[in-house]
């Protein structure tokens, strides 16, 4: 067997549930497997950990093609939430938790989380905008400071 | 199939060292393997772990994930990873004589 990984940081640039629920879940294994792990939280990636819009992230129905849906229906009022309601409750199935939760719980199991500057800058956000499990709000050197001699991981 | 020695019980276990029949779990051979896992002594603590993981698998035939430990209340997700540290789910669930979890979470 080739040498463990030791450390993974692990980048979530995308907004939505596809867009966040890949980073959590590789985070949230890493340190199921004793690795040490880092979430950096960037551009519309930075909803996962907004207060405010943490607990509502859906997935995008329009402009989607993994949906298997023409972009036409994808419109209509409802359709996002009526499939994001569908996604979570297979995901509670396979006890993947809601984001809010999902976060609380990849903290609690020692991964470390961090929000982009350049972002923050841009949205004009505040470090009280974010939930209590964000560590910091690092510059991309920072980032590269904490990542050193692990792997990186984009989503 | 692999054999284990642990104190005067030879048990059955699959390449990575997880039991392949739970009849022949004890708890002294839970204590060994937890040994070998880095985990010196099992404390009340773990036996609670331990106790819930296999009442749970009795009554669902799956492996708890480490969400569902939590929502139960049997244990914090922090206090899991402190008593099992290097890797929870995995450890609680071969010293606890079952399978390898399959899940993701």
């Given amino acids: 067997m080739s040498e463990k990984i030791q450390k993974v940081s692990i980048i979530v640039s995308k907004g939505g549930l596809d867009g966040v629920y890949p980073g959590l879940i590789m985070a949230n294994g890493a340190r199921m497997e004793g690795i040490e792990a880092n979430l950096f939280f960037t ?37 996002s939430a009526m499939a994001t ?29 961090y929000a982009c500057k350049a972002t ?36 | 199939m692999a054999q284990k020695l642990y104190g005067a019980t030879t048990v059955d276990v699959d ?21 070998e896992e880095g985990i010196a002594e099992l404390t009340p603590a773990h036996w609670k772990v331990i106790d819930y993981i296999q009442k749970d698998f009795k009554e669902n035939g799956q492996v708890p994930s480490i969400r569902k430990l939590n929502k139960s209340g049997v244990i914090s997700t922090k206090e899991l990873y402190d008593l099992f540290p290097g890797g929870p789910a995995k450890k609680a669930a071969k010293i606890s004589g079952m399978k390898k979890p399959e899940g993701c979470v």
Avoid at chain 1, 100 to 105: A, Q, R, V
Avoid at chain 2, 16 to 34: H, K, M, Y
């Fill in chain 1, 43 to 79: 551009f519309f990636g930075l909803d996962a950990v907004l207060k405010k819009r943490m607990g509502k992230i859906k997935v995008a129905t329009v402009g989607n093609p993994g949906m298997h849906m023409p972009s036409l229906l994808g419109i209509l009022p409802g359709v």
């Fill in chain 1, 85 to 113: 309601a569908m996604m979570k409750r297979t995901m509670d199935k396979l006890d993947i938790p809601p984001v809010p939760e999902f976060i609380e719980m990849v903290s609690d199991a020692g991964c470390k989380l």
């Fill in chain 2, 15 to 35: 390449a990575e060292g997880f039991l392949t029949d739970f009849a022949q779990w004890t708890r002294e051979v839970a204590a060994a393997i937890a040994k």
């Fill in chain 1, 120 to 155: 923050v800058d841009m949205f004009k956000l505040k470090k009280e905008d974010f939930c209590p499990q964000v560590d910091s709000i690092i510059n991309v050197g920072r980032f590269y400071e904490i990542a050193a001699g692990g792997e990186i991981i984009f989503t």
